[in-house]
């Protein structure tokens, strides 16, 4: 009888616990400054069409979310180490990458550009024109990968961790060029007067979508459902249209 | 390399011949920079030890503010300031000086070498000051003049007991300098940063290059033993 009843309370407590599984909130990670696609307002909020996105699929899927900020460089890792359950910051779905999470359908994609400053002239087709100049990306980037394949022999290719530290060497002529995303260019640099888009954007990989761990399968059925509304229902434009005036919907 | 063990490597999900040709470019910087900054680092810090005992505050007093300043800061911040902060004065990259402190490179060694210098100083000073008095009273009563007495008495007796500290500072200043990776070199931490970022595995990228530093690290305890045995035979017990 008592060893029914510890089994019976083992049980309850077990069920318990999945039911706890169940409601627990889902973590997403993301990497802030990214903008416009993750950043803080000036009073502390987290914002952004990656964080409005993820609202919105939360709210499809009627669970609750809870938001974690993460550095770029130890993000895969702490999703595997169980810190947040979802990725949802800019991560462009690669072969190395598959290997270790798995992705959803993409939900946006970005070409990557050159950027430089005004008077920089200089054809990023044509190798020879290319020939040790000094290329800033962000370390681990489909841009770096880009680089560093395509290029690597050619140009010299330095890598950061964040974006300031690149601006503030391009600003200062220790780089040429900026190889990095569309929209983060547009935000660190267009902004300003002195800097340009040399060349044309290359659309790079397969999309934007959102990492999970390999187990979590079910789960990301359900995000890709959940995707699937938001692209049909108008909610995905709605938000893309607020902070981008062009497309990149996929 | 050659082709059979570039062969073998090529196998390997990681390590292939590149990463390992990237881990290699990473040694090589960290020692160059390491080696440099400690050499010119050393040959600051004795005159500056020396100033640093003279009676004279007006003397004595710049190099006391320069070793509180750098060692009173953290060596990264000093190397923010050096890097990022020389490339914001305006018009420096019309000058000579931009040939040097556009590369990063120079900038580390730069901080790397005033911050040894700071430490090696103050290391120095405290074997200089420690010189028995009999040992200089002597000198005296031969009639050494200042110059021979330092040349002859207090500064190889001093750097004899300054030994053991300093072996501290090299191996310091090998783990220091893996902050050179922040301003973009491709150092031992740089390299395998790159390779973490791009295979996602952290526990591989950065336990090889523990295990090169650790055998670096060995390398020089190897060495200064080897010193020590030598430079301060005359301390060991005899029937040792």
Same mark, same amino acid.
């Given at each position: 009888?008592?060893? /029914?009843?510890?089994? @019976?309370?083992?049980? +309850? ?17 993301? #990497? ?18 990656? *964080?409005?996105?993820?609202? @919105? ?27 947040? !359950? /979802? ?13 270790? *999470? ?20 200089? !054809?990023?087709? #044509? ?20 680089? %560093? ?5 050619? *140009? !010299? ?10 601006? +503030?060497? /391009? ?9 990095? #995303? ?15 888009? *040399? ?17 979590? %399968? ?6 890709? @459902? ?25 | ?15 292939? =011949? ?30 500056? =030890? ?65 911050? $040894?210098?700071?430490? $090696? ?36 007796? =001093? ?24 301003? $973009? ?5 740089? =390299? ?49």
């Amino acid at each position: 009888m008592k060893k /029914l009843l510890i089994a @019976a309370g083992c049980i +309850l407590a077990m069920m318990a616990g999945m039911a706890q599984a169940q409601d627990r909130p889902l973590r997403i990670a993301f #990497d802030v400054p990214y903008e416009p696609f993750e950043y803080k307002t000036p009073d502390g909020e987290l914002t952004g069409f990656e *964080v409005e996105l993820a609202r @919105a699929m939360c709210e499809e899927m009627g669970r609750e979310c809870e938001f974690v900020i993460q550095a770029w460089d130890g993000i895969i890792p702490g999703l595997l180490a169980r810190k947040y !359950d /979802l990725i949802m910051s800019s991560m462009s779905i690669t072969e190395d990458r598959a290997k270790r *999470v798995l992705f959803s359908e993409p939900y946006y994609i970005t070409p990557g550009a050159w950027f430089g400053k005004m008077k920089t002239k200089v !054809d990023v087709t #044509d190798m020879s024109a290319m020939e040790g100049k000094v290329v800033g990306v962000q370390r681990g980037t489909t841009m770096d990968n880009y680089v %560093t394949e395509n290029m690597s022999d050619v *140009v !010299d290719i330095k890598r950061y961790t964040t974006a300031d530290d690149m601006v +503030l060497d /391009l600003e200062s002529d220790r780089l040429d060029l900026t190889f990095v #995303d569309y929209p983060v260019g547009e935000e660190y640099f267009l902004s300003e007067d002195n800097y340009k888009v *040399v060349g044309e954007p290359v659309k790079l990989g397969k999309g934007v979508a959102v990492a999970m761990r390999k187990r979590d %399968t079910e789960l990301a059925e359900k995000i890709n @459902a959940a995707l699937k509304t938001l692209k049909n229902d108008g909610t995905y434009d709605t938000i893309m249209d607020k902070y981008f005036d062009y497309n990149i919907k996929m | 390399m050659p082709e059979f063990l570039a062969d073998l490597l090529n196998q390997n999900a990681i390590f292939t =011949a590149t990463t390992v040709g990237h881990y290699w470019d990473g040694l090589v910087t960290t020692v160059q920079l390491v080696f440099l900054s400690l050499v010119i680092g050393l040959l600051l810090a004795v005159p500056l =030890a020396i100033l640093r005992t003279v009676k004279n505050p007006f003397v004595s007093g710049p190099v006391w503010l320069y070793t509180y300043i750098f060692r009173g800061t953290p060596l990264l911040i000093q190397l923010y300031i050096i890097y990022y902060g020389i490339g914001q004065i305006d018009g420096i990259q019309d000058t000579f000086w931009w040939d040097i402190f556009r590369e990063p490179f120079y900038p580390a060694l730069l901080a790397f070498t005033l911050n $040894t210098a700071a430490y $090696t100083t103050e290391i120095i000073r405290g074997a200089l000051v420690a010189t028995p008095h009999g040992e200089i009273e002597a000198a005296q009563a031969y009639g050494m003049s200042w110059l021979l007495r330092m040349r002859r008495i207090i500064l190889p007796s =001093a750097f004899r007991r300054a030994l053991q500290a300093y072996s501290n500072e090299v191996i310091f200043m090998l783990h220091a300098s893996a902050i050179a990776s922040v301003v $973009t070199i491709v150092d031992l931490t740089g =390299a395998a940063r790159d390779i973490y970022s791009r295979f996602y595995a952290p526990f591989v990228a950065f336990i090889a290059v523990a295990v090169i530093y650790m055998a670096l690290t060995f390398l020089i305890v190897y060495c200064f033993r080897r010193l020590e045995r030598r430079m301060l035979r005359h301390l060991k017990p005899l029937n040792q």
